[in-house]
């Protein structure tokens, strides 16, 4: 190994201890606890060192949200690959989408609503693991929109989703009929009685 092959093998672990310590001291005190200062001293490097891997906490969590994205994206292929048929992967993607936002909130937290990044509001400005979230959602919208703008339909179950992982979160939704309202939205937007006559 050349010494310059060295030198970015260790680079790229700093860089990970920095985003899995980050993510470590989030989930155990949560995001206000987690500075520049106190994660220099957890991974026992100077301040100037961390600052050489990311401008400032911001960029932290914008690169621990982009990670979550990327696993949000594979628990949601997982769950429609899986699935039976369309219907049923339609569902799987929702259940999938809710047990992380459930089982993963400081994650959650990080991706949807600290997250300073680029602007997501447009194709053009969706980061790569942002998108990949959205294309899963899609690939399970697009067998039972029937016809409908499946794009439109995404991103209204997606903010549904969001909403009631929000909700739920912040104790005003009762936790118990999580399952049943997934259902029901699903119902209500793509079912038998949406669809166009």
């Keep these: ?3 310059r092959e060295r030198r970015l093998r260790e680079q790229a672990q700093r860089h990970r201890l920095i985003l899995t310590t980050a993510r470590e001291m989030a989930e155990s005190e949560g995001w206000d606890y987690v500075t520049t200062r106190r994660l220099a001293d957890r991974i026992e490097y100077s301040q100037p060192v961390l600052y050489q891997h990311f401008k400032n906490k911001d960029a932290i969590v914008h690169a621990v949200a982009l990670e979550g994205f990327a696993e949000l994206a594979a628990a949601l292929r997982t769950a429609r690959e899986e699935a039976g048929d369309p219907q049923e992967a339609l569902g799987a993607v929702a259940r999938a989408y809710a047990d992380f ?3 993963g909130p400081v994650l959650y937290e990080a991706m949807l609503t600290l997250d300073p990044g680029e602007d ?3 194709a053009a400005g969706t980061p790569a693991p942002l998108a990949d979230v959205l294309a899963e959602i899609g690939q399970a919208v697009e067998p039972v929109a029937a016809g409908r703008d499946s794009g439109l339909l995404t991103e209204v179950l997606w903010s549904a ?11 005003r939704l009762r936790p118990d009929p999580a399952r049943r309202r997934l259902a029901a939205l699903t119902d209500a937007l793509l079912g038998p009685a949406a669809q166009p006559v």
Excluded: F, I, S
């Excluded at 989703?161 to 929000?166: F, I, K, L, R, T």
């Design 1 to 3: 190994m050349t010494p």
């Design 101 to 103: 936002a459930e089982h």
């Design 120 to 122: 997501t509001t447009g």
């Design 161 to 171: 989703w969001h909403g009631q992982a929000a909700l739920t979160r912040a104790g």
